[in-house]
């Protein structure tokens, strides 16, 4: 018990007094674009570094199966057993599939602090209706992982045990501040990733006998002639389970950096089709089209979030723009965070297609081009915010939202923060909901005193 004793002890020391975000604050760097996180040495741990416990635990299961042939193998069969057992409970059972899973704890990228739209939160209480994935560190949980060499050596071999502590303790350090620098994990998620692990690994140590025993020496001296069966069967399934634990562990990551390549892209009217499949996305004005920030996760190799677009000229010199993603592979998390401009003076349409995820569609006043602006939503399971500058006015067309969901949405679909101003000349923005499913949610919020009027 005393490492998570040690472990609550530093984790309330770091939670305090603003420690914590203030180490964050270090990494994420003056824009909060985490910027030293994307330097190919983090990178590359980021995607390699879980590889030499993968390896470790593969050599451990092919000795295993060779221990039935073999009796030179069969007496190291139950410290095989002890590594095997050590990856699957602790970074894989407890660190994965428990606390990650059901914890709750935000990420720092995702935290207000850092240009999330979540609140920061320590690591006590958990967050039962939370759906952060940062407490514990994976990564760091397989780093940590190699503390077991301590527990093989330290009865016989104590230099060679302590020299496998502290090499545990600093690959699993050296993963988690890889994750810290890239806004993927708090350092306290990093600490109780050790703890885990260790208290794991002694557990299973314990529990196997090893701490009387170490080595199978009573078994007489005769090999089996051949591997039993359920023995390969289960030798293989093993393996088949740390190969996909690595497979769908695959760390994934791409750039998003979209503008129309068109000439007179600055200037044209736009019709405009932007569908995001999931994340925080931000829309706001700007002199041009663009889409701009990072998706990042874990799956399968390959898996990705693809993105296509088109972009023409059509007949009545509308510069039409088109971007859409769809999900490819397998994904096991996911987020993305996007920054999207687009120029509402010189839009006449846009369709917004909105996925899970809390993002933002600011509506602003600037003298427009056309007489109004059309835009299509479809909110799949998407929390959107529709942000309304003063002197702009917002109609939505009551048959599309379901009755009640909207706040100062009146029955002739005009949205109002107070009395409606009478003269109002600013620019409207005439809204349709084509899509809403899967507990989509819609609100509207003023900007700098905005009033709605017809």
Known sequence: MLPLGLAALISWWMTSD??????????????????????????????????????VGLLAIFGIVAGIASVKWRRWRRVFVFLVLSLALGPGVLANLVFKEYWGRPRPREVAEFGGRQAYEVIWPRDPAGEGKSFPCGHATVGFFFVAGYFILRRKRRGLALLALGGGLAFGGLLGYTRMAQGGHFASDVIWAGAIVFVAEAG???????????????????????????????????????????????????????????????TLPLK??????????????????????????????????????????????????????????????????????????????????????????????????????????????????????????????????PPGTVEGLGKDGWWRAEPATPGSEGPVFRVTISEWKNGARLSVTPRSGASEGT
């Open 18 to 55: 603003g420690r914590e975000l203030a180490w964050q604050r270090a990494l994420a760097g003056p824009d909060g674009e985490w910027e030293s996180g994307k330097a190919a040495v983090w990178q590359g741990l980021y995607r390699y570094g879980p590889m030499p416990a993968m390896g």
């Open 204 to 266: 299973v140590f314990r529990a196997l006998g090893l701490h009387r025993r170490l080595l199978d020496d009573r078994d007489p001296p005769v090999a089996r002639k051949s591997v039993p069966v359920p023995a390969m069967l289960g030798g293989g399934l093993a393996a088949m389970g740390m190969v996909a634990g690595v497979l769908l562990g695959t760390p994934y990551s791409a750039r998003r950096d979209w503008h129309p390549l068109t000439p007179g892209a600055d």
């Open 272 to 401: 405009v089709s932007l569908t995001f499949l999931l994340g925080e996305i931000t829309v706001r004005p700007g002199a041009s089209v663009t889409v701009s920030g990072e998706a990042v996760g874990h799956g399968v190799p390959t898996s990705e979030i693809a993105e296509r677009w088109e972009e023409e000229v059509d007949g009545d010199g509308f510069l039409r723009l088109k971007y859409r993603q769809r999900s490819s592979g397998y994904l096991t998390e996911v987020s993305q965070q996007l920054a999207v401009t687009i120029p509402w003076s010189r839009t006449a349409h846009a369709k917004l297609g909105f996925g899970p995820g809390e993002s933002i569609l600011a509506l602003n006043d600037s003298g427009p081009e056309m007489e109004d602006t059309r835009i299509a939503l479809l909110l799949d399971g998407a929390d959107l915010t529709l942000e309304l500058d003063a002197g702009a006015r917002l109609w939505i067309d009551p048959e599309g939202v």
